[in-house]
């Protein structure tokens, strides 16, 4: 649970949110105020740059296998099915107009279209109307089973600047995954959460983060904070999405 604590919120108000928190058996974070909270505010870049992959020519569904392989529970694509695709993109305004310098990458340059937003306006809307990135059928049980429907390669296909693109598993995880690690750190550096053990534990368990890594932090820490920033370096053609803090440099 995110505990936001508010220009005007008082310690007492805090504590009593805390409190309640754990008594529900929820693990309280408490994070000052911004667009997106914590947890959305990091999501949706991953999901910028998973849409910026899918018109580079990737396919959703090698980015959900290799991303699963790598530990999360789910995929990009199936993840956006479940939540909702018209959730998801309910929230891409405030993310875009809360952070325009980054986050505008997305629709800017070659990249003019989201291919999340595509399937919305095609009233795909994920595992509540059957049909998403997948498409669902109950099995015996009664449980969503996602298969693939070719329509949505066809839906995507005059909008991609390269349908013939190959993606190795490295490139498809450092597109995915650093600019999630990016505006995390945006978030430490701003105050937005209070330390890296904070943030870790919110993405561990507030988006499924493979527990095993540790969190975005502690999986930096094991790479090696140049390593991430050579990975970003590699990636700077794709805009300031991609570009690394300037403490991050420093450092």
Not at 87 to 93: E, R, S
Not at 172 to 188: D, G, W
Request: hydrophobic residues 40%; contains cysteine.
């Amino acid at each position: 649970v995110e505990v936001i604590r508010g220009e005007k919120t008082s310690d007492e108000t805090i504590a009593t949110v805390v409190s309640h928190s754990l008594s529900l058996g929820k693990k309280p974070i408490v994070v000052n105020d911004c667009p997106g909270f914590l947890v959305n505010r990091v999501l949706f870049p991953a999901v910028f740059g998973f849409d910026m992959m899918l018109l580079d020519g990737a396919d959703f569904q090698q980015v959900d296998k290799v991303m699963e392989a790598w530990g999360w529970p789910m995929g990009p694509a199936y993840l956006m099915d479940v939540v909702g695709l018209d959730t998801a993109v309910h929230c891409f305004p405030s993310i875009l107009e809360g952070y325009p310098e980054r986050m505008s990458a997305m629709y800017s340059g070659d990249y003019k279209v989201s291919p999340t937003k595509l399937l919305f306006e095609s009233e795909r809307l994920g595992q509540k109307n059957g049909k998403g990135y997948y498409v669902y059928e109950k099995d015996k049980r009664g449980k969503p089973k996602k298969s693939v429907d070719d329509s949505v390669y066809d839906l995507f296909k005059p909008h991609l600047l390269n349908d013939s693109s190959s993606f190795t598993d490295d490139q498809i995880i450092a597109r995915f995954m650093l600019p999630m690690c990016i505006e995390l750190a945006h978030c430490l550096e701003e105050g937005i959460v209070g330390s890296p053990a904070e943030a870790d534990m919110a993405v561990v368990y507030g988006l499924g983060f493979p527990p095993f890594r540790g969190g975005i932090f502690r999986w930096m820490d094991e790479v090696g904070l140049k390593a991430i920033c050579d990975m970003a370096d590699n990636h700077n053609a794709l805009g300031k999405l991609y570009e690394p803090t300037p403490v991050s440099y420093t450092h």
